[in-house]
């Protein structure tokens, strides 16, 4: 027995701990010491062993034999078998039993190679069968007579000999005399401990390997049997609360085998097991992830990881996701291989994983709910009547808060581990791990409710990092293109997009698979030239295209989409220019591009379900550009070819409610009220609880001028709307009461999502549509009912908003400070100074703060610089943008300033993604709540409540003071109080803010035609040296410059029906007016009403005829509200 401090335990010590380490190859184990010591070889190390310890013969025979053995099977496989860490790559486990893992490549019998002879691996094999059989003639160690059995074992298996190596484990009794319990209680370290676990891995591939090959599930149990013993074995030395303590250790031989048994019982699970099974598998596996160093079995970890998203998914698509197990200890009494045992070592070591709380971290505001938490494998509960399912996952939900937090703390480790471990590809090589995790990652997050926010931030961020170690790869670019516009970053996502399409154009034009295959096999003769020059060796002869190069162009498949895709992520991208970016044109000619792609392959022709998208999104950008286009003719001509398009969509496809609202918006903009009508109520049966389409039929139910019935719709829809949002809430209430905000109660309520469109709202989106309803509901109650009734209703409005709509610092001031003063003058505007600051501003509802006063401020909207189409600089240009680049969101058509964040700037501090996107929502918000303010501003005044119409004005200039609608509202404000000079200033203003606001056009021109003296050519029609003195909007001086619209017959030069000092002030009106219509206000009814006025006043009675019959044409159609701002146009 080697003596306490002796040279015996010393070389005894170095033995074990240089087996422990198992650099077998290594021809010096211990390495050199300090005070001159030289490094010691295996055969030195052994001589030491043997001459200090004279009594141990067993231990230094069988590691001189077994570190011969496993340095000749470590150069076979770096030789000949090509096995390492590396092969495992391309392992795959998937719940329906498909996929595999690798395995070492047998060494043959009777071959040798560089360091290895297959004849010295079975002689070693029967040297350790004589050592077993003296072992049990002198009553060795238990212990290493289990030892020898388990490198007897490894011999067999090493050798492609897999029943003799389970035979060999059964005949010396490796699981009935290995005590497990007792070793765990001694907390061993030795490297026998690694033996057994080598003995334990040995049964479980060799029984694997046998199932592979027979296909027969006698084997399952005992595959399964051997992995647990070794993980429990494991854990027990390795695992509870000593694994802390172990973090960073170098991995050894017990670590080594340890995670053999984690990795492959893992994959194994996942095949030939339950989803329970195969998850908490995996999560045994995590459990130690976190200790291991960085580098250590890589290619696995990424194989786990895109095992456990695919698993998670599967749990949602199938059912059977259970949370991890709480662990009641291993169930020793049971026998070895029996499913309880093993299932109790899983559960043990599964119990012990930590799962990130992103729920409660991320909870959004006011605690809404922004997604369902629904039954995982069955459909949801939705109003939705339409058979049209274009996204299945949109009818599927997580179970319970705790699958997304795990599968966002496995997305979060699986992006971390392949960044570290994976290389840029070589030249025609396609990175299939990235793109693998990519595709996972994207599909968990559908299946998490395709959340915007830090959720798409975090997957955007992983897929720039992607994109580092690929080379223009189709998927991941289109990936990005989709996060980017889910994470609000739209001029990101255009060009994402572009990108996409540059490279799906180039591909398909070199045809990228044939281009990999001919660069792989170019590098492979050129290799194999150079090899024989340098042995001088003639040149092989090179025949046709070698089976790597075919691999390789085979593995460049996988990254090419197919025209259907291209197509479909085209029309995506259409939508969003048209949505989001306002690029009106840019959203035309993407819709055009798709649809002739689409028109251009025969086989996506037959694809109803495609041609139908790509005729309504073609049809509704072509609708969108006729309502910019001035030229009636060129109008009525894009009108006319939009509604073919729509038509033909319908008829493809008669199950989309996306359809039949663009057909109903684009029928109300060409005023067949009738018509629209009936695709209305087809878009609202299709999906009841779209509120746009409620929202649209009641517009069009006004435009036919039953007020009544438009309203009892408005009603109806916020009814049902109110209704669908209190059943979401209570089934979200109920899954999460059990456990707070990690409840798994299952519910498969979800009323309010649209389960037949393709780009169905947001959770902010439809707030923000029911907002816009409830402000058509108060326009309607004050035509029916009157202002007073409106004005009652509107504090509700503003609640609403608060409640549901506000997510930025949008906080109400207190109402001390909102009654006190007036509103401060802000950097734009100089309303405050026009009210005039002495005045106190008047409260409503005991203050401001009931109708809504906000805290919300926000910054000047400029254009985003578009960058280069590069990844790369995408990705630096996300990290450094600075706030003030975030575009104006959809629907705002101004900007306010936000000085806390302008100082942010001023003082150079790049803003995150986050800081972007709440940049972009406050300023939106802002633009919104200026709306309501604007909306109660126009009450008040029409009640004659005028000092609460100023006030009211006060707060939407404070919030959006570049907004001409604020102007305008002054403008009548100071009408009504007579103050006419100031109400023509404040128009001047709005039309300094906007050239081609039409309220401003119309409310300026009747103010001349009315007050003549207030015109700026009221005394005669000015020169243009004259007009270079006065400081007037664009639209005014452009109107004084030009000649009279009607020549010779024009306003002054007729002086039969108006006085001489009038002619100037109607030639201004006229040419407002005539170059408004000619533009944005050629739908406008007072417009045209106006200048019919200036014709007849001008003796021009036919044409004042023709201009009045137009005008009331268009105030026979006209809706209470503008179709513009009152909806979203898709």
């Excluded at 006319?640 to 496809?653: G, I, N, R, Y």
């Excluded at 007073?788 to 400070?817: C, N, W, Y």
Aim: net charge neutral; glycine share 6%.
């Amino acid at each position: 027995m080697a003596s306490k401090g002796g040279k015996d335990a010393l070389y005894a010590q170095q033995l074990d701990a240089a087996r422990l380490r198992g650099d077998w190859e290594s021809p010096v184990p211990v390495a050199a010491a300090a005070g001159g010591k030289a490094p010691i070889s295996w055969q030195e190390l052994i001589r030491k062993y043997m001459k200090h310890n004279p009594n141990s013969t067993v231990t230094p025979t069988v590691a001189q034999v077994e570190q011969q053995m496993r340095a000749a099977l470590a150069a076979y496989q770096r030789d000949l078998g090509h096995y390492s860490d590396a092969s495992h790559d391309k392992d795959l486990a998937l719940p329906d039993g498909s996929g595999r893992t690798a395995f070492p490549t047998p060494m043959p019998h009777d071959q040798f190679g560089n360091g290895w002879r297959g004849p010295d691996v079975v002689q070693a094999a029967t040297r350790l069968e004589e050592l077993a059989a003296n072992a049990r003639s002198s009553r060795a160690d238990p212990i290493a007579m289990q030892g020898i059995a388990a490198l007897r074992a490894y011999a067999a298996f090493s050798l492609g000999n897999d029943e003799a190596a389970i035979g060999l484990l059964h005949q010396a009794r490796f699981f009935e005399d290995v005590e497990v319990e007792k070793i765990k209680a001694a907390h061993a370290q030795d490297y026998s401990v690694a033996l057994l676990l080598l003995g334990f891995c040995v049964y479980g591939m060799a029984n694997e390997r046998l199932y592979a090959a027979k296909k027969d599930d006698a084997f399952k149990p005992f595959v399964l049997a051997g992995y647990a013993r070794a993980i429990d074995l494991h854990e027990g030395v390795r695992g509870g609360k000593r694994a802390e303590g172990l973090r960073g250790m170098t991995p050894d031989e017990i670590e080594c085998w340890g995670e053999t048994a984690l990795y492959r019982n893992a994959l194994f699970s996942v095949r030939t097991g339950n989803i329970a099974l195969g998850l908490d598998s995996l999560r045994a596996y995590q459990v130690h992830v976190g200790r291991w160093p960085t580098s250590f079995r890589g290619p696995q970890r990424n194989v786990i990881y895109r095992t456990y998203l695919a698993v998670l998914t599967r749990a949602v698509e199938a059912g059977g996701f259970t949370d991890p197990p709480r662990s009641a200890g291993v169930r020793a009494d049971e026998d070895w291989r029996s499913a309880a045992y093993q299932r109790s070592v899983i559960d043990c070591v599964a119990s012990r994983v930590r799962i990130r709380d992103f729920e409660a971290e991320r909870a959004p505001r006011h605690g809404q709910a922004r997604r369902m938490l629904g039954a995982a494998a069955t459909e949801i509960t939705s109003r939705t009547t339409s058979k049209r399912r274009p996204a299945a996952h949109r009818a599927l939900r997580p179970a319970s808060a705790n699958w997304s937090n795990e599968m966002l703390t496995v997305q979060n480790a699986a992006a971390s581990a392949i960044l570290r471990s994976e290389q840029f590809p070589r030249a025609g090589h396609v990175n299939i791990a990235a793109i693998q995790l990519a595709d996972d990652l994207v599909r968990a997050w559908q299946l998490n409710g395709e959340l915007g926010g830090a959720h798409a931030d975090d997957v955007v961020e992983i897929l720039y990092n992607l994109a580092k170690i690929t080379f223009h790869s189709q998927r991941i670019s289109r990936h990005l293109f989709t996060l980017l516009v889910a994470a609000e970053a739209y001029d990101e996502a255009r060009m994402a997009l572009e990108l996409y399409a540059q490279i799906f154009e180039k591909a398909k034009e070199g045809d990228a698979a044939d281009s990999a295959a001919l660069v792989e096999e170019g590098r492979r003769r050129k290799e194999a030239d150079a090899a024989a020059e340098a042995n001088d060796a003639e040149a092989p002869e090179h025949e046709g295209i070698s089976d790597e190069a075919k691999r390789v162009s085979q593995e460049a498949t996988t990254d090419q989409d197919s025209d259907a895709v291209y197509v479909s992520t085209l029309l995506h991208g259409a939508h969003v220019y048209g949505r989001f970016l306002h690029d009106i044109k840019g959203a035309d000619a993407l819709a055009r591009k798709a649809y002739d792609a689409h028109t251009a392959n025969p086989k996506l022709s037959t694809d109803r379900s495609l041609s139908a998208r790509a005729k309504r999104i073609a049809g509704s950008a072509r609708a969108a550009l006729a309502a910019r286009e001035s030229d009636a003719t060129k109008r009525a001509a894009l009108q006319d070819e939009a509604l073919s398009l729509l038509k033909q969509s319908a008829t493809l496809d008669d199950q989309s409610s996306e359809t039949f609202y663009q057909l109903a918006y684009l029928q109300a903009e060409m005023r067949d009220s009738t018509t629209a009508v009936r695709s209305a109520r087809l878009a609202l049966e299709l999906e009841p609880a779209d509120v746009q389409c409620w929202h649209l039929l009641a517009l069009l139910r006004s435009a036919q001028k039953d007020f009544k019935g438009a309203l009892r719709i408005a009603e109806e829809g916020l009814a049902e709307a109110e209704e669908d949002d209190e059943a979401d809430l209570k089934a979200v209430q109920r899954a999460s009461s059990a456990n707070g905000v990690n409840g798994t109660s299952k519910t498969s309520v979800a009323r309010t999502v649209l389960l037949s469109v393709d780009y169905p709202p947001t959770y902010g989106e439809r707030a923000e549509a029911l907002l816009r309803l409830h402000m058509t509901h108060s326009a309607l109650e004050e035509v029916v009912s009157g202002t007073e009734a409106a004005i009652a209703s509107q504090r509700d409005v503003f609640s609403f908003f608060h409640k549901r709509v506000a997510t930025t610092a949008v906080l109400p001031l207190g109402a001390g400070g909102a009654a006190g003063s007036a509103a401060p003058p802000t950097k734009h505007g100089k309303l405050s100074t026009l009210l005039g600051g002495s005045a106190a501003v008047p409260t409503r509802f005991g203050s401001l703060s009931g109708m809504g006063l906000s805290g919300a401020t926000h910054h000047h909207s400029e254009e985003a610089h578009r960058g280069a189409s590069l990844l790369p600089h995408l990705h630096r240009r996300r990290a450094s943008q600075k706030v003030e680049e975030a575009p104006m969101p959809a629907g705002a058509a101004g900007a306010t300033s936000n000085d806390s964040a302008q100082d942010a700037q001023d003082d150079g501090e790049a803003s995150t993604a986050m800081v972007q996107r709440e940049a972009r929502r406050a300023k939106h918000e802002a633009h919104l709540l200026a709306s309501l303010w604007l909306q109660s501003a126009a009450s008040f005044r029409r009640a004659h409540q005028l000092s609460q119409a100023r006030a009211a004005v006060q707060e939407a200039e404070r919030l959006d003071s570049a907004r001409a609608e604020v102007w305008v509202q002054l403008a009548l404000y100071f009408e009504a109080q007579q103050q006419w000079e100031l109400a023509v200033q404040s128009l001047y203003k709005a039309l300094a803010c906007e050239s081609e606001c039409v309220p401003a056009v119309v409310n300026l021109a009747r103010i001349f035609l009315q007050h003549p003296d207030l015109s700026p050519a009221a005394s005669a029609l000015p020169t243009s040296e004259t007009i270079k003195d006065r400081k007037l909007p664009a639209a005014v001086t452009d109107a004084l410059a030009v000649p009279s619209p009607f020549g010779n017959d024009g306003a002054a030069a007729s002086t039969t029906l108006a006085k001489p000092t009038e002619l100037g002030a109607i030639a201004l009106a006229e040419g407002l007016l005539r170059a408004s219509t000619a533009s944005a206000a050629w739908d406008c009814a007072a417009a045209w009403l106006f200048l019919a006025q200036t014709a007849r006043r001008t003796g021009r009675l036919a044409q004042s005829r023709t201009f009045l019959e137009y005008a009331l044409e268009l105030e026979k159609t006209e809706t209470v509200r503008p179709l513009g701002a009152a909806l979203f146009r898709s």
